[in-house]
């Protein structure tokens, strides 16, 4: 139940309009040490999103629920009567007058700097008029000190223990400035038994609430014992004040002090920070101000030093006269370090999921293995380099290189007939995107299918390493039953040889230091075509052979490197990534001709089913 | 974001613009011009050529009133005569008001003789607006205030014509309902294009049309987001007698481009206290305390920044207060006051990163002008910001005084001060 002078209390519960995430884990976690009962985020309004959004309560996760609406949000928690609006200074109009309409939502607190202050007077006038509150604009908000926080009101949760806002005080105070909002709580938590409630009207011209409204308030509410207010140059709210205190409206001892005495020893047109902040009359000015409150009955220190001083000497006199106790501090839960907070200050550590070995982009530059990015560029490292550092983390030598660039060329494409790029153009004649297009020509790769490099290199080392002479080779495969991987063309024969394997041969007798299993695989060959001519050295096999002799060759690999790279599959990497360039070229032909979907002449098929008797 | 006066060219323009929105039959067209100290003259007259066919009215177009007590206002002259004036007056040092500044700026229009002098003035109060009218306008209106009418408008139901008839006395005659209809379409030009001021005075009526002679108008800044088209291309003038250094200008550059707030005052540049102050209301005390202690005279600079800017722009508003306080040696040494209250939700420790960056940077030049900082500072992170500047400290061999929140915010300010 809330009483009329009340806001907010240990049941308020509350809209987020925006999606705060850092706000909203504050609000949460003062409500977990204040040992409220329930979160006071009943739900959060976010215009481009709507679902659940997952929060900390402790320990412990909570789901609150997330709308694009305010109204739709007001219609399922008919309970809730208050909105933060950290909707911007654009916004903040029409999202805080929908609010007001809400029939529930009594008190709708504006965080936006400028708002204009015609808009800040209609939210003003429209919210008195409906006996309702707007907070703000220009403000963090305030709070009930054990009962509810507004947004980001009193920074950390260190801080909140600091000041001892987990739990009710006996002082109402009540500011301009948001920013002095949490110096007050400090202060008054040192000179007093603490805060009952604080609130920041925001430092605009034309607050939604004054400070009076709430000084009013203050007065109202009998767990309030001294009211405290800090007010500034410009504008005339502490006049108010003033004539309240004349009329007897206030009772209650009120500290005040009105802060910009300088402004009088300052050139005339310095705008301070706020916008309000500027006295075009001698009755705006601070040292007016603070004479004016001072002669109503005010205590007004000397200066803003003796704020504190001034609050402990009136809270003391209160507590002489039984008006204020000292409060028996409440055992307050801690909230568990943030992950993250404690991972940054080397609190704590957790062994990780994944690790990486090739690359690293979390510096000022992009790492290849040990290369920058523009060592990679200067160095003209090449396709291939960079193939060496990441597939290999090794910075191969020049022709090492350049014999993978000499791969990727001649692997590149093989025309539009081949199983691969027929299905990737099948694809895209279906309408595909280039990347399904692509991945349905990349999954043909496979043992029929360019996918014979490693199964190649993998035979013929085998063969060489134990000593089989080709003859014996030739013999156990034939008794095995297994085509030598590598061996025979379709086309292709003796008569006819493949300008591709000559071209990769070429370069190997050219550059390589050795080339033993290129000669022995050509051994092989030359019993094999003795039987039949297109059993020739094709060029799956012609690579897989030539880069085990490669690697051989540049003495940067160990012998367990050199198995690792044909277990693992590396060599069938280069021809996937070489047809890549070649799939991709046949797909975009495809889109530029605006091919039609592809279907298959029947008369191409063969219907054989089963006769009806037979099934 | 503040109320904000504009130049009398620019409510003039607008006032030719946008009253025709409400208004049928306004035949004031707007001819005013703009001279100010890079104007091209014979262009201006290229482009206006009733310039050389009408008597015309010069006066200085630079935020202050009074003008014609001041004797600045040239009135029925021909082009020769207004080339003559500004010649004269283009950069003429003058005291109005007991501020001394340049005549830059100056308003020509055509001049137009009349009997009548009207005044009207809208005024922006808490939950309405005030609408005042009499018709004895013109200088003497403050003397004969007892015959200003006035009309609330209630900020959100408005006004009707009802109102605005009650304070246009029906010894106007045929005109009067003229000047009512003027008065309402007016009052809407006043809502519609964000002022918060708006006086004409005086206005006149000459063969049936209102002329307004003399406007001062001030702008809600705040509402350059809806109003950007209707505003024309206007842009808002210091008051008289500021020009702002080049190190305001760019620090108001800076605060135009972000969300956060960065703002500097040069009071003194020999002044021996400068400040870096977190936050609006802390900034005020922090200068309040120094002026309490008898050193306004030593205060440097007024400034602020808050709503959490970013390490790169504290660089820049840092590196912007150190380069001008370490321009000039003092004997007494320079005293850097870094404070603030106990921040809601700005990261101490990633601002105090800016802040670093630039001490480290300017190390000799603060050695040198014999630089003592003091630094008080609470909030998010402010364990770190504060370890961080213990640290420099050493490192730089500067002296460097750190306190948090259990220190009181302004204690640093006697401190400094040695009080």
Known sequence: MRMEYELFNRETTAFVYGFQVNAIQRMLDFDY???????????????????THKAFWGAEEILLPMYRTIAEASADHSEVEVMVNFASHRSAFDTTMEALKQESIHTVAVIAEGVPERQARIMATTARKLGKTVIGPATVGGL???????????????????????????????????????????????????????????????????????????????????????????????????????????RKPLVAWVTGTCASVLPASVQFGHAGAKADTQRETAFSKN?????????????????????????????????????????????????????????????????????????????????????VIEEGLGIGGAIGLLWFKKQLPDYAARFIELVLQITADHGPAVSGAHNAIVASCAGKDLISSLASGLLTIGPRFGGAIDDAAREFKRAYETDLSPEEFVVEMKRKGINIPGIGHRIKSVKNPDVRVQILVDYARRNFATT?????????????????????????????????????????????????????????????????????????????????LYRHPTEDITYMLPSRDGI | MAQRGIREFDAKRMLARSLPHYLDDLAYKGEVVLVGPDTDVEEVVALNSWLLRKRLVIKPD??????????????????????????????????????????THFLIEPFVPHENEYYVAIRSEYSSDAIYFSTEGGVSVEENWDRV????????????????????????????QKVIEFISALYLFYVDCGFVYLEINPFTITDGT?????????????????????????????????????????????????????????????????????????????????????????????????????????????????????????????????????????????????????????????????VKIYVRRGGPNYEQGLKLMRSLGRELDIPIEVFGPEMHMTRIVPMALGE
């Open chain 2, 149 to 176: 009418l006035q009309a609330q408008a209630d900020i959100i139901s408005g006004i009707d014509s009802g109102a605005i008839s009650a304070i246009v006395p029906a010894d106007l005659g045929e005109e009067r």
């Open chain 1, 144 to 250: 009930v000190a054990g009962a509810f926080r507004i947004g980001n009101t009193a920074g950390t949760i260190e801080n909140i223990v600091a000041s001892r806002l987990y739990r009710p005080g006996c002082v109402g105070f009540v500011s301009k400035s948001g920013g002095m909002l949490n110096e007050a709580f400090n202060i008054i938590s040192r000179n007093s038994n603490g805060i009952f409630e604080g609130i920041a009207v925001g430092g605009d011209r034309y607050p939604g609430s004054t400070m009076l409204d709430h000084i009013l308030r203050f007065e109202a509410n009998p767990k309030i014992a001294l009211i405290a207010c800090l007010g500034e140059l410009g504008g005339e709210d502490e006049y108010r004040i003033v004539e309240a205190l004349k009329k007897g409206r206030i």
């Open chain 2, 210 to 370: 209102i002329m307004p002679l003399d406007m001062v108008a001030k702008l809600d800044d705040a509402e350059e987001f809806w109003c950007r088209e209707r505003w024309l291309d206007l842009s808002f003038p210091e008051p008289f007698g500021r020009t702002p250094t080049p190190e305001e200008s760019y620090i108001k550059d800076l605060d135009s481009k972000t969300g956060s707030s960065l703002k500097l005052t040069i009071l003194n540049p020999a002044g021996r206290v400068w400040t870096m102050i977190a936050g609006g209301g802390a900034s005020v005390i922090y200068a309040d305390t120094i002026c309490d202690l008898g050193h306004s005279c030593d205060l440097a600079n007024y400034g602020e920044y808050s709503g959490d800017p970013n390490t790169e722009e504290t660089y820049h508003y840092t590196a912007t207060i150190l380069d001008l306080m370490t321009r000039e040696r003092d004997p007494r040494g320079r005293i850097l006051l870094i404070g603030g209250a106990i921040a809601n939700f700005t990261d101490v420790a990633s601002t105090f990163k800016g802040i670093v960056m630039a001490l480290r940077e300017y190390r000799d030049r603060l050695k040198e002008s014999d």
């Open chain 1, 291 to 375: 004479e004016a409150l001072r002669e109503a009955g005010a205590h007004v220190p000397t200066s803003f030093d003796d704020y504190g001083e001034m609050i402990r000497q009136v809270y003391q006199e209160l507590m002489d006269k039984g008006l204020a106790k000292d409060v028996e501090e409440p055992e307050v839960p801690t909230i568990p370090v943030d992950y993250s907070k404690a991972l940054a200050s080397g609190m704590i550590r957790r062994p990780t999921t994944f690790i990486c070995t090739i690359s690293d982009d979390r510096g000022e530059e992009l790492l290849y293995a040990n290369k920058t990015i523009s060592e």
């Open chain 2, 62 to 103: 630079q935020l202050f009133g009074k003008r014609g007590i001041h004797g600045l206002i040239l009135l029925d002259a021909d082009w020769d005569a207004v080339k003559e004036y500004l010649a004269k007056n283009m950069g003429r040092e003058v005291e109005i008001g007991g501020v001394i500044g340049n005549l």
């Open chain 1, 33 to 51: 040490i204040c040992l409220r009962n329930t979160p006071s985020i009943a739900a959060i309004i976010n215009p481009n999103q709507s679902g």
């Open chain 1, 516 to 596: 033993e299993l290129l000669d022995y695989a050509q051994q092989v060959e030359r019993l094999t075509t003795a039987k039949k001519g297109n059993l020739i050295l094709n060029v799956d096999g012609c690579i897989g052979v030539l880069f085990l002799d490669l690697m051989s060759s540049c003495h940067l690999f160990s012998k367990e490197e050199i198995d690792q790279v044909v277990r693992l599959g590396y060599l069938n990497g280069l021809f996937a990534l070489g047809r890549t360039i070649g799939l991709i070229g046949h797909i975009l032909d495809q889109k530029r001709l605006g091919a039609r």
